[in-house]
T-cell receptor, first 113, second 116 residues
Framework: AQKITQTQPGMFVQEKEAVTLDCTYD???????LFWYKQPSSGEMIFLIY??????QNATEGRYSLNFQKARKSANLVISASQLGDSAMYFC??????????FGPGTRLSVLP | DAGITQSPRHKVTETGTPVTLRCHQT?????MYWYRQDPGHGLRLIHY???????DKGEVSDGYSVSRSKTEDFLLTLESATSSQTSVYFC???????????????FGEGSRLTVL
């Protein structure tokens, strides 16, 4: 079985600063993917970034990067140069090969002006 | 944006009444899912489908049933709604991961259900 832990229920960051959202996972599978989703107050779920278990490079998508430490089973999301529009819930998820997605409880990020 | 629509978007109903939520996709994706979102729990899988008439249970399937008679439609039914089923329901679709596709989920806008 897969499990995702997000230990930060809420985070604050000053506009233009970088912020790291923590995600640790548990799986016995060797092949899996890690995903981050953003949910703004409007409610939609937006896919941000993906990291495969065999990817040697950390994934990056614009201001988003994933700090993947396989031995520690962590997949932290780093947002650089925070913007007010980054205020949202952020969910980490894992999908082991051939299995369903498992989501963490989420972290609410608030960007302060 | 993935073509996924959910209906209704908002519904208030009474305990004991049946409720059906519809998910319609225009992407021809094989996999379809129903999740519920509750504070502190993230998203939890109710049921999923891997093809027409092929469905299976997720982690919180009690009190729910699903049907998929066409590739594009996935229905979630609460046979007799209870207050514990008050939640936001999300439909999602995906395809199998390939070399260029991560297999990510694409979500609908969500359906807010209140059971009084």
């Amino acid at each position: 079985a897969q499990k995702i832990t997000q230990t930060q229920p809420g985070m604050f960051v000053q506009e233009k600063e970088a912020v790291t959202l923590d995600c640790t996972y548990d799986t016995s599978d060797q092949s899996y993917g890690l995903f981050w989703y953003k949910q703004p107050s409007s409610g939609e779920m937006i896919f941000l970034i993906y990291q495969g278990s065999y990817d040697e490079q950390n994934a990056t998508e614009g201001r988003y990067s994933l700090n993947f430490q396989k031995a520690r089973k962590s997949a932290n999301l780093v947002i650089s140069a925070s913007q007010l529009g980054d205020s949202a819930m952020y969910f980490c998820a894992i999908q082991a090969y051939g299995q369903n997605f498992v989501f963490g409880p989420g972290t609410r990020l608030s960007v302060l002006p | 944006d993935a073509g996924i629509t959910q209906s209704p978007r908002h519904k208030v109903t009474e305990t004991g009444t049946p409720v059906t939520l519809r998910c319609h996709q225009t992407e021809n994706h094989r996999y379809m899912y129903w999740y519920r979102q509750d504070p502190g729990h993230g998203l939890r899988l109710i049921h999923y489908s891997y093809g027409v008439k092929d469905t299976d249970k997720g982690e919180v399937s009690d009190g729910y049933s699903v049907s998929r008679s066409k590739t594009e439609d996935f229905l979630l039914t609460l046979e007799s709604a209870t207050s514990s089923q008050t939640s936001v329901y999300f439909c999602a679709i995906s395809e199998s991961p390939t070399g260029t596709n991560t297999g990510e989920l694409f979500f609908g806008e969500g359906s807010r259900l209140t059971v009084l």
